[in-house]
């Protein structure tokens, strides 16, 4: 069995042989979602990509390669590099007690359009509408909107990833995603896994992630390419 560390240096990867094996597509030993769940690919040989993301570029018309430290190939008359996003992975330590205030909600498909259009508006680029069956989604709700989110996205048997966590511009400064990062984070740890997440070098946010137990573990980077 590939033990946690190793795993979480290539986490796309073990997600996609593991809990989220029934999203995965392969090209030549090249690991990809199902582009209509998550647009994600993962590899360990270089050589092997460009042929994989051309195919995979026949699917959709942007995606991401997530590698610790190594650099993608990809064949320039089929794809290009939109952006490399210099990324950081945070592992939990020991989660730091948070005060539970709001009602925080177990979301389901009725609310696959408000969290959609939630994520978009804050942090366009990455979420599909199906990216919810990755896993539990929660929200806080303010005259009958959801206003904050913080959910469930790549996992194994070892890990599991918080993800999308955004508040509506209207509703930030209260609380609200420190709330529910530690709701999230408390119900990976009731499935005996061990809660990480990712997020951009120079965030503001990795203070928050901090404060609540997590630490810097290493690079995660994100590659988008676009299909010319």
């Known amino acids: 069995m590939i033990d946690l560390d190793q795993q979480l240096k290539n986490p796309v990867w073990y997600a996609l042989k593991e809990t989220h094996k029934k999203f995965a597509i392969e090209f030549d030993g090249v690991q990809f979602y199902d ?124 890990f599991i990833e918080v993800s999308a966590v955004v508040t509506h511009p209207n509703y930030t400064r209260k609380g609200l995603s420190k709330q529910l990062i530690s709701h999230v984070t408390k119900d990976i740890l009731k499935e ?3 809660p990480i997440l990712h997020t951009n070098k120079g965030n503001l946010a990795i203070s928050i992630y901090e404060k609540l137990g997590y630490k810097l573990t290493r690079d995660m980077n994100w590659w988008l390419y676009n299909k010319k």
């Open 35 to 158: 582009p209509e769940i998550c647009t994600f690919g993962a590899f360990f040989e270089e050589e092997k990509t460009a042929k994989a993301s051309s195919e995979y570029s026949k699917k959709c018309d942007k995606f991401f390669f997530v590698s610790e430290d190594q650099t993608p190939l990809i064949d320039n008359n089929k794809v290009r590099l939109e952006k490399k996003i210099d990324g950081c992975q945070m592992v939990l330590n020991t989660l730091t007690d948070v005060l539970i205030t709001e009602q925080i909600v177990l979301l389901d498909e009725t609310h696959l359009d408000e969290i959609y259009d939630l994520i978009w508006m804050v942090m366009p680029g990455f979420y599909q509408k199906r990216t919810f069956n990755m896993g539990k989604y929660f929200g806080v709700f303010k005259d009958g909107k959801l206003v904050s989110i913080a959910g469930q996205r790549m996992q194994t048997n070892l």
């Open 192 to 194: 005996n896994k061990t």
